[in-house]
T-cell receptor, first 114, second 112 residues
Framework: DTAVSQTPKYLVTQMGNDKSIKCEQNLGHDTMYWYKQDSKKFLKIMFSYNNKELIINETVPNRFSPKSPDKAHLNLHINSLELGDSAVYFC?????????????FGQGTRLTVV | AQTVTQSQPEMSVQEAETVTLSCTYDTSESNYYLFWYKQPPSRQMILVIRQEAYKQQNATENRFSVNFQKAAKSFSLKISDSQLGDTAMYFCASFGNEKLTFGTGTRLTIIP
């Protein structure tokens, strides 16, 4: 029973297209995140949502729009894809107010823009 | 702002040996949490060990232990009796300002 699941695992698409990545967590956590891992393996936060409210937006281009329909889901929509968007995108969740800030990660989505 | 620094991009060690991965951090938070995550070739991010900053005792999880030096802002990971399955990228991370901040990672290779 997967704790944090994201789909798809792999996504290959052409420049200029619009695509979405979905994420769901069944841990009952109130905070969800999107992280981007570049080709050098560096992990950087993009967005954070707490109970469906955006709390962190780390200077991400407007082409990236997160949506949280409920606290168990956080989807990422990307418009007008560019070559530089190629990366692995990780969804994660945590329950910060319990004092245990361990983040559980999904398996990642490898996005390749051609 | 938080920063996490891992100064060893790559390390390798013989199977069954002990290896220590270094990490230093900086934070303005008074209470914070530190983590080591492992990322094997499968790319799954796996929590290895967690340390709460207000606890003086170093965390231990089986073959994995940390050396937490709060004054020096140092948080190193020791892997004892290394196994082939320990081959992975290892990321040090700090939780503060409502997010995890990661270091650049250390690629660890265990040699048979």
């Amino acid at each position: 029973d997967t704790a944090v699941s994201q789909t798809p695992k792999y996504l290959v698409t052409q420049m200029g297209n619009d695509k979405s990545i979905k994420c769901e967590q069944n841990l009952g956590h109130d905070t969800m995140y999107w992280y981007k891992q570049d080709s050098k393996k560096f992990l950087k936060i993009m967005f954070s949502y707490n109970n469906k409210e955006l709390i962190i937006n780390e200077t991400v281009p407007n082409r990236f729009s997160p949506k949280s329909p409920d606290k168990a889901h956080l989807n990422l929509h990307i418009n007008s894809l560019e070559l530089g968007d190629s990366a692995v995108y990780f969804c994660a969740s945590s329950q910060v107010d319990r004092g245990n800030t361990e983040a559980f990660f999904g398996q990642g989505t490898r996005l390749t823009v051609v | 702002a938080q920063t996490v620094t891992q100064s060893q991009p790559e390390m390798s060690v013989q199977e069954a040996e002990t290896v220590t991965l270094s990490c230093t951090y900086d934070t303005s938070e008074s209470n914070y949490y530190l983590f080591w995550y492992k990322q094997p070739p499968s790319r799954q991010m796996i929590l290895v060990i967690r340390q709460e900053a207000y606890k003086q005792q170093n965390a231990t999880e089986n073959r994995f232990s940390v050396n937490f030096q709060k004054a020096a802002k140092s948080f190193s990971l020791k892997i004892s009796d290394s196994q082939l399955g320990d081959t992975a990228m290892y990321f040090c991370a700090s939780f503060g300002n409502e997010k995890l901040t990661f270091g650049t990672g250390t690629r660890l290779t265990i040699i048979p």
